[in-house]
Nanobody, 125 residues
Framework: QVQLVESGGGLVQAGGSLRLSCAASGSIFSINAMGWYRQAPGKQRELVADITSRGSTNYADSVKGRFTISRDNAKNTVYLQMNSLKSEDTAVYSC???????????????????WGQGTQVTVSS
């Protein structure tokens, strides 16, 4: 099995910063894309940013220039640095990873998407 554990959410004032982390563990051979999504009350979940295993990134227009996604492949961890936070960034943030199942030296042939449990980010105005 594979687990994704997020951390770093919380309450911050508008204009402030937070850094989210998401660590994957378990039966992992490698991880392709990793990403952060968010869902605000009454709204659909949306992609915030994602990053390939080679470091290519993609951002939602609403966060470009303010958020930075990065990853540490050796630690199977993805980060989201959020600066200049706005009240509209308030949401539950979840990470997703496209995992190739197996061990460090063996690929089982199975690949699946896994999600973290989510972490609340609240920006007060």
């Amino acid at each position: 099995q594979v687990q994704l554990v997020e951390s770093g959410g919380g309450l911050v004032q508008a204009g402030g910063s937070l850094r989210l982390s998401c660590a994957a563990s378990g039966s992992i051979f490698s991880i392709n894309a990793m990403g952060w999504y968010r869902q605000a009350p009454g709204k659909q979940r949306e992609l915030v940013a994602d990053i390939t295993s080679r470091g290519s990134t993609n951002y939602a227009d609403s966060v470009k220039g303010r958020f930075t996604i990065s990853r540490d492949n050796a630690k199977n961890t993805v980060y989201l640095q959020m600066n200049s936070l706005k009240s509209e960034d308030t949401a539950v943030y979840s990470c997703k990873a496209h995992v190739l199942r197996g061990s460090r030296t063996y690929y089982s042939g199975v690949r699946s998407d896994y999600w973290g449990q989510g972490t609340q980010v609240t920006v007060s105005s």
